[in-house]
C-alpha cells in the first residue's frame, strides 16, 4: 500500500466518534420517551394498545441495549485502524515537525469536544440515557489522553517504518 494521510485519520476518528455516540443517545432517548408516552397515553387505538407498544418499541428499546458495546467497539477498532494505517503510510522525516504540531492541534481541539460531551451528559434530560453509555462515556471525558497515546503509537509506528526504510543507523 502507499497510503499518505495518516494524521487526517485522527480528525475522522474524533468527529466520527462524537457524532455516533450523540445520534446513538438520542436515538435511545427518543424511543424511550415515545415508549414512554404510548404507555401512558391512550389514543384511542385499540384495548390491547400496551401490548401493540410493547411488541413494537420494546422490541427497539431491547434492539438498542447494543448500541453501548457496538460504539465502545466501534471506537476501539477505529483507533486499532489508525495504528494499522499508520504502518503503511509513506512518509519522509521531513514530515515529523508537521506531525508533531498536528498532534498538539489534535489535543486541543479534543478538549473542547470533551467538554461539550461533558456538558450533554450533565444535562439532566439525557443524564439517564448516558449512563447506559459509561464505557463511551469514560472514553470521551478522557478524549484528550486517548488521542494523545493513540496519536504518539501511531507516530512511533509510522516514524519505525520511516526509519527502516531510509536505512537507519548503519544502513
Not at 401493540?52 to 428499546?61: A, K, M, P, S, Y
Request: contains cysteine.
Amino acid at each position: 500500500m502507499n497510503k499518505k494521510a495518516g494524521i487526517m485519520d485522527m480528525f475522522l476518528y474524533i468527529i466520527i466518534a462524537f457524532i455516533m455516540i450523540i445520534c446513538s443517545v438520542l436515538l435511545v432517548y427518543m424511543a424511550g420517551q415515545v415508549k414512554h408516552t404510548f404507555d401512558t397515553n391512550d389514543m384511542g387505538l385499540h384495548s390491547d394498545q400496551s401490548k401493540i407498544v410493547n411488541e413494537t418499541f420494546g422490541n427497539v428499546l431491547i434492539g438498542f441495549n447494543v448500541l453501548p458495546w457496538a460504539l465502545v467497539f466501534l471506537m476501539v477498532g477505529m483507533g486499532i485502524a489508525i495504528l494499522v494505517s499508520s504502518y503503511f503510510t509513506q512518509t519522509s522525516p521531513v514530515y515529523f515537525v508537521p506531525y508533531i504540531i498536528i498532534m498538539i492541534i489534535l489535543v486541543i481541539v479534543s478538549v473542547p469536544i470533551a467538554n461539550s460531551y461533558e456538558t450533554l451528559y450533565s444535562n439532566a434530560d439525557l443524564s439517564s440515557t448516558f449512563i447506559q453509555f459509561f464505557a463511551v462515556s469514560y472514553i470521551f471525558t478522557k478524549l484528550p489522553i486517548w488521542v494523545s497515546v493513540i496519536g504518539i503509537l501511531a507516530g512511533i509506528v509510522m516514524y519505525i517504518r520511516m526509519f527502516r526504510n531510509y536505512g537507519g543507523a548503519d544502513g
